[in-house]
Structure formats: C-alpha cells, structure tokens
C-alpha cells in the first residue's frame, strides 16, 4: 500500500508541471486526496484537495486561477496540473489521502492528522 508522486522538477516561472499521486495497493473510491508543499524551514501547508465521491474541490487562494486538481479513478490517479508557475511555489509537494469526503470548514485537517502520505516530489520555479 503506497502512494506514489511524481512530476516534479525544474521550470522556469510562468511554466507548468503536471504532479501525479498514484495509488497502489488500495483504491481513492470514497476518499479525499489532497497536495501539500513544505518549502525549506517551513510547516507543511495544504494546497488544494478532491473527494472522489462527490468531485468536490478546494483550493487555497494563492493556487486559485492557476492550478487544477483532478482524479482518473480508473487509474487510481490524482493530478495536479500547475500552471504559471511562480519562485514561490517551489517546495516538495506531497500527497496525501484519508477517507471521506472533504470539510468545508477545515479542508485539510483530516488529512494532516490521519492522512496517509507519499514521499514526495520537488518542484523548483526558477526566476
């Protein structure tokens, strides 16, 4: 049971990348999915979550207009598409699953108490 992302790396501000989180070992049926990024020195701060049940989305105001969260269950996939990207986006981007759909009033915190996390990719917006 693992969560895998991948899609990071280097680009320039004003580029996109496209982040994956691939399930194995179990199924985002009925679950919440969110990224997180942590830059260097920093707390792990959400970024934008989807519940698989219901489609619903969230996203912080910083990423608004600019990145997508999506999920292919088919594929047991969630991606990120970011776009126009900016130095301060970079960070090591993770994701994170927990079950249920997501909180209105607290989008993140059951993902960051009880959320099973992936490793990890490095995204780095160069200016």
């Known amino acids: 049971v693992q969560l895998v992302e991948s899609g990071g790396g280097l680009v320039q501000a004003g580029g996109s990348l496209r982040l994956s989180c691939a399930a194995s070992?179990?199924?985002?049926?009925?679950?919440?999915v969110g990224w997180f990024l942590q830059a260097p020195g920093k707390e792990r701060e959400g970024v934008s979550c989807i519940s698989e049940s219901d489609g619903n989305t969230y996203y912080v105001d910083s990423v608004k207009g600019r990145f997508t969260i999506s999920i292919d269950s088919a594929k047991n996939t969630v991606y990120l598409q970011m776009n126009n990207l900016k130095p301060e986006d970079t960070a090591v981007y993770f994701c994170a699953t927990v079950g249920g759909t997501i909180s209105t009033m607290r989008p993140f915190e059951d993902l960051l108490k009880f959320g099973f996390w992936g490793q990890g990719t490095q995204v780095t917006v160069s200016s």
């Open positions: 070992g179990f199924s985002f049926a009925d679950y919440t």
